[in-house]
Structures are given as C-alpha cells and as structure tokens.
C-alpha cells in the first residue's frame, strides 16, 4: 500500500471513510507539480484539515476510551 498516492487515499476515504494523516496528506501536496497558485491554495485548505483533523481526534478519543473500557459482546 502506498501511503503517498492521492488517488488511493480518496479511494479509501470514498470506500471505508478512511482520512489520509496529516503527514502524509503534506507529502502528496510537496510531491505534486503545482503552480505557485495552486499550492498556496492547497496549502490553505492544507492548514483547515489539520485543524480540523486534530479536534475529530479530540473528540473521538473519549469514546474510544469509554469503548476500551467497556466489556464486548459475545
């Protein structure tokens, strides 16, 4: 699997509501051909995403802890 190709990173987003890391998201956007325009667009949109990224992981971490702590169901 490679962890850098955009178009496998929309198809697991499309196809198992997978969002691609942070990390590797600016990896596809400083390894792809853009004009200056374009990249300071991206990176705009770039810095949304990670601000974004980091509240679902602030919200999603109490539920994850209160599941971890919960007994499974035979």
């Known amino acids: 699997m490679d962890h850098y190709d955009p178009a496998q990173a929309l198809e697991e987003l499309t ?13 596809m ?9 374009h990249a300071l667009e991206l990176n705009r ?7 974004d990224f ?5 919200l999603v971490k109490p539920i994850l802890e209160d599941l971890a ?3 499974r169901k035979a």
């Open 45 to 51: 949109r770039f810095q949304q995403y990670l601000h």
């Open 54 to 58: 980091g509240e679902l992981q602030q």
């Open 15 to 27: 196809e198992e509501a997978v969002l691609p890391h942070p990390v590797r998201l600016r990896d």
């Open 29 to 37: 956007i400083v390894r792809a051909k853009l004009t200056p325009e």
């Open 69 to 71: 702590h919960t007994e």
